[in-house]
């Protein structure tokens, strides 16, 4: 009786070993896609709709952009009218394809770019200034946010 125990938990714990587990990096991003997903619910839309297309005013100066967050509806047609107030800046949304636009572009002072895109994609992306304006650049950054 006491080899057929031993037998029996040596076969738990072979078959317990073996199960597939969920990989640490996998867990990882999902919890973190939650989280982005949680984190901006109750954001509202950005912009003003007009003639079924969402305008949003962008102001980059040093070293902020604003507005804070950019968020759209999967599907919104969209019109970013890219304003720099202070130095060159340049745009970027992180693994977005803006057609017509490249992110290498710099934005002169005073001067404003005009990107027209529909969101095609639910999920979160960075926003930021592709263009070096001073020690605080690296942290010239906010979300585009697509809710499905």
């Not at 507005?67 to 130095?87: A, M, Q, R, T």
């Not at 304006?133 to 585009?144: S, V």
Request: net charge positive; hydrophobic share 40%; charged share 30%.
């Amino acid at each position: 009786m006491k080899k057929l125990f031993f037998v029996l938990a040596l076969i738990f714990v072979f078959i317990s070993a073996c199960a597939p587990k969920e990989d640490g990096d996998a867990a990882k991003a999902k919890k973190l896609i939650k989280y982005h997903k949680n984190k901006f619910d109750d954001l509202p839309l950005s912009g003003k709709v007009i003639d079924n297309i969402r305008v949003i005013e962008v102001k980059g100066s040093q070293y902020d952009w604003q507005p804070e967050n950019i968020v759209v509806k999967k599907g919104d047609k969209i019109k970013l009218v890219v304003e720099s107030l202070d130095v060159p800046h340049g745009f970027e949304i992180e693994g977005i394809v803006i057609p017509g636009w490249n992110p290498d572009n710099l934005i002169r002072k005073g001067g404003k770019a005009v990107l027209e895109f529909t969101a095609e994609e639910a999920g979160v992306w960075d926003v930021v200034c592709t263009g070096y304006c001073g020690p605080g650049h690296a942290g010239m950054r906010r979300k585009y946010i697509v809710r499905g």
